[in-house]
């Protein structure tokens, strides 16, 4: 089975072949100098990425949701109140760690669509003059509905009510994809995962924690062994691990990382934007419609696009999978069965999304929507096609 299709799933997402190359290496010993070679550029990598003069870096076995459960156990204890909002499944989901470790969870119900609202969040964190909410926890890109939210909102709505919780970010598909500036909206623990934005496989958990999140380690009480920070920062002083860490990923990460800033965070940045107008126009000459609801909220690293009324969104994804050999995804929770989602976040180019909405076209046509061939194609083609380049280059 050769796998030439890219995937357009939000992660995993497309591995490039020099990263792919970088994590297939052979054995080499962590408590070797070698190590420190591939662990210390691959943290500064990321601190950079995350726009951070001060982050540390925190690299873990783990996917995501590690990352999650390194935030909260390393800076939270039992009983302790967290804020947080509910807007799709994956904020779902980290609520739902939240309740299993223990914590009072004040969950903000947010239709699936929109965008966090920091307002709710501030009027929340006004009532709580005793300042017992120890976090506030926001996911800055919903990948269940392709919604991103406004992070600085969310720390300005904390500045407001005078509040010294700590912000934790969920920026699992958005960094490295998406502006994400960790020093600038003040941000406590940031948290990712290597096979989004950085275009890794699955494998590591990655985490910045400010100074502030750091030093709240110390008094935080809930149980936590293998993701307790302190062992990792004093191992990372002398350029180890605790444990064996995966090389290979690592190794990965800094290549990945050296490429996105190459490229420069900024056009990493407009290319996702990019590739997104050109989806959107897509799903425009469908007449289908986000999930999203407003502009504000489109992401630009996936689309959950809505099909009509009675029709099981599920059915594209699974004919995409066994006839075309194309990854799409599919709704989650609450828009189960009502959206299928493209991915558009980690390697990848315009081109390479014409063939995703082609196939995506190819498959609502086979299942009997009446979307005629070539319309999503073309309107994405009219926003990545660059009439004025070619005047100036054949006139040169
Ligand atoms: C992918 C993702 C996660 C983490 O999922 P893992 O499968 O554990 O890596 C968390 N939050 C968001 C927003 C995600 O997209």
């Known amino acids: 089975m050769l796998y030439q299709n890219p995937v357009f799933i939000p992660g ?90 223990g914590l009072a969870v004040t969950v903000i119900e947010t239709p699936w669509g929109e965008g966090l609202p920091a307002d709710r969040y501030e009027e ?70 290597s096979q989004k934005g950085f275009m890794l496989p699955v494998g590591l958990a990655i985490v910045g924690f400010s100074p502030k999140a750091i030093a709240a380690v110390e008094t935080a009480n809930l149980p936590r062994t293998y993701f307790d920070i302190r062992d990792m920062l004093k191992s990372y002083a002398s350029g180890g691990y605790p444990y064996t860490p995966a090389v290979g990923l690592m190794n990965g990460l800094k290549v990945a990382c050296d490429i996105l800033l190459e490229e420069g965070l900024d056009n990493v940045f407009h290319r996702h934007r990019h590739i997104a107008d050109g989806v959107r126009a897509a799903i425009e000459a469908w007449g289908l419609e986000l999930c999203a609801k407003q502009p504000e909220w489109y992401s630009n690293t996936v689309s959950a696009i809505r099909t009509p009324a009675g029709f099981d969104a599920t059915k594209i994804v699974t004919h995409a999978a066994d006839v075309y050999h194309v990854a799409f995804g599919v709704g989650l929770g609450e828009v189960a069965g009502k959206v299928f989602r493209i991915g558009h976040l980690g390697s990848l180019s315009d081109v390479m999304a014409l063939s995703g909405i082609a196939t995506a076209e190819m498959c609502m046509r086979d299942l009997g929507l009446d979307i005629p061939l070539g319309k999503g194609v073309a309107a994405a083609q009219e926003v990545y096609r660059q009439p004025a380049e070619l005047e100036n280059r054949d006139a040169a």
């Open 124 to 193: 929340v964190l006004r009532k709580d003059e005793q300042h017992e909410i120890k976090a506030v926890l926001a996911t800055h890109n919903e990948t269940a509905t392709g919604v991103v939210s406004d992070i600085q909102a969310i720390r300005a709505a904390m500045t407001a009510a005078k509040h010294p919780a700590l912000l934790m970010v969920d920026g699992v598909s958005s960094i490295g994809s998406m502006d994400f500036r960790f020093d600038e909206w003040e941000v406590d623990i940031a948290v990712t995962g």
């Open 12 to 101: 995993p997402t497309n591995i490039p072949e020099v990263i792919r190359k970088a994590c297939d290496m052979p054995t080499l010993d962590h408590r070797s100098n070698q190590f420190k070679d591939i662990l210390h550029p691959a943290r500064e990598g990321v601190r950079r990425i995350l726009k951070s003069q001060q982050a540390e870096v925190l690299l873990l076995t783990a996917s995501g949701t590690g990352g999650w459960e390194t935030a909260i156990t390393n800076t939270l204890s039992a009983g302790d109140r967290v804020v947080i909002a509910r807007n799709g499944m994956f904020s779902h989901r980290w609520i739902d760690m939240c309740e299993r470790h």
